[in-house]
């Protein structure tokens, strides 16, 4: 050799041969007894984290949907609430008014029927009263007439008198 | 306010009476460490006198020391562990302990100086700066018997990268256990929780980014392993005693082999696009393919060669830095100089804390951009051709 080399720079053929050996050891050994494992449960527990992201997104969006159907569910039932509040609430005026009327109309036939009925009694006690005067009149007429006729005398002039009046035509 | 400015005022209190306490620490270390780098001085120069060295601090000697391999491993004092040597020659292999190629030798200052001896098996074995040779009967290395000399010993690097391999193999099957235990809808616990954000970090900025989500996971294993490799190696490495110490991922043949694994998967899975991105280049005059062709060809070997020095280089240059504001302290021969040397460590051990991890993250993203270079599917050739 015309340039002297530095030992620290010549390999030395026995660390080489030593040291391809234990590097083909680890390789061989850690390979299949450490890397292998290690890097599969790695990515098993990788994937089984992604899925799980995964899944909870889904299922996120999924609560999200319930919800939305939720709420639209309870608007939906609100509106039908006040729509059958309001029905409700119409009817039973309706019924009210109805009522009102049915009940006017009644009182008004029941105070027609009341008034005829009254005229009706009125009439007849008038009539009654009419009649009753009528006899007590005809009744005291001829107790007075009676009283007067009673002698003789006056019961002729009184013929007389009538005679008179009836004078023949 | 208060209370930040009371918390300020504690860390300044606190950091000043580190830095006395760490400097009055040292001193009552200096003289042991002072040995420890004599030693070593003793082993790199085995010919200077004992007498002289008390006078000659060699600073490039003591950190290539550290920086290189060794054949056993220096524990501390005259403490050693013993690694087997193994050595393939034309007449077999042979298998003896790396105690039988020093000898120890207590000085009088009760240091230990570490000598290089001739062991005698099929050949005379020496070390000659720290590499075993074959030497003939004068003790001179013997260039033509070294030709078919394979020295594949257990150095102290090879032990270390066995340590690295076993800490990875038992935390990374505990953490896979932990998976099939606790299953997969659990959250990560322990060891699991700690590598998992590391292993999707790889995953998820390295792998899929550059090779693409579909292509990313028949690679990633390959990325995975390199990138642990790598880091628990650099991590070892800023460790200074046993079990770390060794210069594994700073060493040149290290990186070189996974430059080369690196090569290998990047040309096998390449497609036919890559390979006319190389050669022929779509697009271009065809005076421009032909100047293209050999640039491109060169490319395809820079690019594992630039992972190969740019890992070796960050982290020997690390150490050295380390190493040289630790020497300071021996060049200027006072445990003052320790007020300054220890806390730049210090500062400098945490950038290479994260220079660690930023070279393993480089070596694997620049991997795995070659690797998705080559299996890119190009969906621009119509646009190419519009250009003839």
Known sequence: ?169 | MNCSRIKSLLVVCFGLFALLFSTSLLANENPVVTDAAKQEVSEGAPKEHAAKKEVDFNVTETILEHIKDEHSWHLWGNKSIHLPVIVKTNKGYEVFSSEKLVEVERLENGTYEFKPIIYKGNFDYKLIEGKLKIVDANGNVDKAANKQFWDLSITKNVASLFVSVFILLVVLLTAAAAYKKTGVKSAPKGIQSFMEPIILFVRDEVAIPNIGAKKAGKYLPFLLTIFFLILVNNFLGLIPFFPGGANVSGNIAFTMTLAVCVFVVVNLSANKSYWEHIFWMPGMHWSMKLFLAPIELIGVFTKPISLMIRLFANITAGHILVLSLICLIFIFKTVFASAIAVPFAVFIGMIELLVAFLQAFIFTMLAAMYIGMATEEHHHEKAHGAHH
């Open chain 1, 1 to 169: 050799m015309l340039l002297e080399i530095n030992p620290l720079v010549l390999p030395d053929i026995g660390l080489v041969f030593w040291n391809t050996i234990a590097f083909f050891v680890l390789l061989i050994v850690l390979g299949k007894f450490a890397w292998k494992p290690i890097i599969k449960a790695i990515n098993e527990r990788e994937s089984g984290i992604e899925e799980a992201l995964l899944k909870a997104d889904k299922m996120k969006a999924e609560i999200t949907a319930m919800q939305n159907e939720n709420e639209a569910l309870l608007a939906k039932a609100r509106e039908e609430r006040a729509a059958l509040i309001k029905e409700a609430k119409e009817a039973s005026e309706k019924m009210v008014a109805e009522a009102k009327d049915k009940a006017k109309s009644e009182y008004d036939r029941i105070l027609a029927d009341a008034q005829v009925a009254i005229n009706q009694q009125k009439n007849a006690a008038l009539t009654e009263v009419k009649n009753q005067v009528g006899t007590l009149v005809v009744e005291v007429a001829e107790k007075v007439l009676r009283k007067e006729l009673s002698n003789k005398a006056d019961q002729e002039s009184y013929i007389k008198q009538l005679a008179e009046g009836v004078k023949l035509n």
